[in-house]
């Protein structure tokens, strides 16, 4: 694409998230510009527009089209327990001070396909906290929810799940925790007694109050720094004092307008503590 | 069309008959061609469409192959998505970094930059130094003139009046008369030793070399110290090496002025044993002259201090054997002036080797200058007397006390050290306060009261009164209670110092960052008071555990068993903050907790702390929600947490504010514990002394015992062993208060006896001397009565808590 082409591009780009903005209350206006790019180009040849203009019509006349985009833009890719690391230094650092809690709140934020509250349930379960925690878990992608609600995966995916899980300090075998039937698993109820799935935007929707450790990890990077910002004052207004934040591997507030809002609490596995 | 043949010609009946019927006949024969065509139509349609079916079963399996892969692609896609935007978010990252870097070093440049500036001004300031230090010898040497002159006829005076020319003057008034010429001449010694040191310093002291003949001087310091030697009984001896020279080429006066200094230090410390000047040649051909004796000797780590002008080897030594400091200052001046110089070889205890090395010819132009001699007449002329007078006041700078007006914090420096205060003075000024030194005690509490620092730092050596006393005084009254004071000093209080409110000690010689350190404190302290916290827990061992792990500067801490106790400690004073266990024996603490709600004369309730072992309902949880404003579970990261919670509670705004005049009452009901049924031993000669601190300390309710020297006291302590303290004067006959504390701390069971030392003038040397000995305070003569109680207040073991 020469120059004019790409700012035509821009263009649209913007009108058609101004518009689902409008329309369906999704706010993508500041998510990374580079990777929406990507997204949307993609969504044409998949949704069989020609131009982003074509697209736009077609998702604003058809919920349908709309949800079918949404999944392409909301990148559900995730594991149980992925970067084991973060979740042991959960569990041998945050743990024992939220034990001191009698009642604690953990918010996953982008819970996307809900492997990380599976295995925030499971680590919370095996540190005798499970009962006493409240557990949110929210995404903006109403369909991905329904997904996570039901604790349902490959059989083949469980290899992978189960060496992580190992790898972050596991007490038991991850089987322990799903029934499988053919090739497909299950995993127990029990786990999710506790944890509430919310439809909510880090966007556009409002705060937590009073939580002890928020999780949102691979979130923030498909956002502008602006919304980055702002994502993380939400955070730190949801957090209680001394409440903690873990974020992806790639992700930092170090230079955020709020860096000095948290201080780093296992700096290689982005945990922070509010001050 | 049909052709017909026949034999017979067709009737016309058979032509018409053959004429409808051939229309049939084409008609079927049509009809069956076009058949069998359709036949072979249909074959081979059927053919094609069997294979048609075929390719498109091939067809559909190519087709799902390609959904597969595509949907692969897809997924893959999908990954390579996520990890570009993770790739892209790192990349933003370094960026950042990069540029943080940059920032670094721009600002490690501009650090550099200020730092050279910093260098050139330090050089200035050196320069400064150097001239202001030799402003100081001039004007020394002008005044010891000066002072000189007047000296001198109130000597003549004196040794007149002991002449007692007309007789008509008592025996008492003729020692009188000797008191004043002896301690005229004495002033008189220190003022030629003053004024010879200015001179060396100013460069003005000038050298005559004259052809000196040895013998001759060694025979007459014979003569001047043969009879000092008879006296005190110590051998003196002169031994002079073969082969060298009788005359030298040097200042007769001044070798003479430094061996005579030499050899009266040398009787000076020995008691015993000998004193020997030893001439000989050094191994560089100097001519070697060692003032050797047997007597106390000089550490290793004094051997420097002692050539510093006004220092001498320890602060004790003064008292004992008198003198200025300034003779071996003054001598190794001099040496130097000669092309000499004089060293020191000591091993305490066994005795000295003072040698003073000569050349023997006297060279100018190999005399290194012990000060530039650029000062010349045009500025030495006198200043107006007044002026002069002024500057030798004890008043080292000039500190900020005339620019109060000026913004940034004030400090308030209680130091007698002039070193010292410098230092800090130029530290507080770095640090954008404005920093007013006291140099006494007396002045201390007076500038605290009247300017009302924001912060203050205080010496625990100074010449009237103790640091603590000091300390005490401030956090006795209410309008400098809040101050926050930072002890600096040599002498480790730090215990004591803390425990009474201090926020922190730095022992001198202290690091620089120390000494900020301490700043940093001020800084945290200033937006805060003294904190009250109460601890409601009745295993002693838990409650002992975090009263350790709680206790602080500035945190004042309660510890109670009972939720009654609580409820009693709440009734007399308020607190910042409660901390209080679920479990007690008498109520649980959730009626404890309803009940303070309900307590009206609790005026304001403390932020409550729950600090429990057991795991709580959602229903417990959110009763005791309405009370306490954290809870926290005991377990292995619990203490951190109580600390920061209690800390927070105490460090924001929001925490209750006590009233203060019920706060005031009860910290006097407290102080006044101090002296109740207390047993006081006084230990001094002076009955009106006696007198007067028994009735103002039996006023106070304290029961008095007392001992007129250092022995009656030792025995009044074997007759009454649960005496609480010992005020001892130091000046007694018998067994003078040194020893008496010696032999008091002797005894173990009195090891730890609060004995506090009363002296009669309070220099820094008796002050150490006391310490010495074993005192735990001093307090000087004349005695205010201010002092002496919260000197008491300080030391007197606390009721019921030990």
Known sequence: MDGSLTHQFAVEQQLLLESINLKYNYDFRHYSHKSMKRTLVHAMHRLGCPTLKALQEKVLRDPECFFELIQSLTIPVSEMFRDPTYYLSLREKVIPLLKTYPSIKVWVAGCSTGEEVYSLA?????????????????????????????????????????????????????????????????????????????????????????????????????????????????????????????????????????????????????????? | MIELASFATFSEHQKTFLEHVSENIGIAINTSISRKKQQELLERSQGLTEELQTQQAELKATNDE????????????????????????????????????????????????ALNKAQTLLEERSDEVQRASQYKSEFLANMSHELRTPLNSSLILAKLLADNAGGNLTTEQVQYAHSISSAGNDLLNLINDILDLSKVEAGKLEIRPESVFLPRVLHSLERTFEPLARDKKVKFEIIVDAGLPETISTDRQRVEQILKNLLSNAFKFTDKGQVTLHVSRSSDGKLSLAVIDTGIGVHQAQQEVIFEAFRQADGT?????????????????????????????????????????????YDESRVESAAPKAYTSSISVPAPLKQRVERIKPKPFADDRRKLASPGRLLLLIEDETQFSQIIFDLAHELHYKCVVAQDAEEGLELAKSLLPDAIMLDMMLPDHSGLSVLDQLKDDPTNRHIPVHIASAHDYMEKALQMG?????????????????????????????????????????????????????????????????????????????????????????????????????????????????????????????????????GAKSPERLIDEINLFLHSAEAGHSPERRKMLTAMRSREDAFEGRRILLVDDDARNLFALTAALEQKGAHIEVARNGKEALSKLKEDPRTDLVLMDI??????????????????RFAQLPIIAVTAKATKNDQVLCMEAGANDYLAKPIDLHQLFSVIRVWAPRLGRD
């Open chain 1, 122 to 275: 499971i680590l919370l379960q095996e540190e005798e906290l499970l009962e006493r925690t409240t557990l949110y878990a929210t995404d903006i992608n109403p369909r991905v929810l329904e997904k996570a609600a039901k604790g349902f995966w490959s059989l083949e995916a469980m290899n992978k799940f189960s060496q992580n899980y190992r790898m972050s300090g596991g007490k038991r075998l991850l089987s322990d925790y799903y029934t499988a039937n053919g090739d497909s698993v299950t995993f127990h109820a029990a786990l999710t007694k506790n944890v509430t799935f919310a439809d909510h935007s880090l966007v556009t929707d409002a705060v937590f109050s009073d939580t002890h450790l928020i999780s949102c990890r691979n979130v923030l990077i498909y956002f502008e720094r602006e919304l980055q910002d702002k994502t993380i004052a939400l955070f730190y207004e949801s957090l209680c004092r001394k409440g903690f934040l873990g974020l992806g591997a790639q992700e930092t507030i170090q230079f955020s307008k709020y860096a000095d809002h948290f201080d780093p609490f296992v700096k290689k596995d982005r945990i922070f503590q509010k001050k």
């Open chain 2, 502 to 634: 201090a926020i922190g000690y730095v022992m001198k010689p202290a690091k620089r960052e120390e000494l900020k350190a301490a700043f940093i404190k001020f800084e945290a302290k200033l937006s805060q008071k003294t904190k009250r916290v109460l601890i409601v827990e009745d295993d002693k061992l838990q409650r002992e555990s975090m009263v350790k792990l709680i206790s602080g500067t500035g945190i004042e801490i309660t510890a109670v068993a009972l939720a009654s106790e609580a409820l009693e400690s709440l009734k007399q004073g308020t607190f910042d903050c409660m901390v209080i266990d679920l479990k007690l024996p008498d109520m649980s603490g959730e009626q404890l907790l309803k009940k303070m709600t309900e307590r009206e004369e609790l005026s304001s309730l403390p932020p409550v702390i729950v600090y429990t072992g057991r795991s709580l309902s959602r229903d417990e949880e959110d009763q005791l929600r309405k009370y306490s404003r954290s809870i926290i579970i005991k």
């Open chain 2, 66 to 113: 390609l959904e597969a892969q595509a949907r692969a692609l897809q997924e893959s896609q999908t990954k390579l998505k996520s990890q570009q935007s993770e790739l892209e978010q790192t990349n933003d990252q370094l960026g950042e970094q990069t540029q943080a870097l940059e920032e670094q070093r721009d600002i490690l440049n501009e650090n550099n930059a």
């Open chain 2, 317 to 361: 030594t003064n008292r004992k054997y008198g003198g200025t400091g300034l003779g071996l200052s003054i001598s190794r001046d001099l040496a130097r002036l000669l092309g000499g110089s004089v060293g020191v070889e000591s091993t305490p205890g066994e005795g000295s080797r003072f040698t003073l090395l000569l050349p023997e010819t």
């Open chain 2, 731 to 748: 000046m007694m006959p018998e067994m003078d208060g040194f020893e008496a504390t010696r032999e008091i701390r002797k005894q173990k």
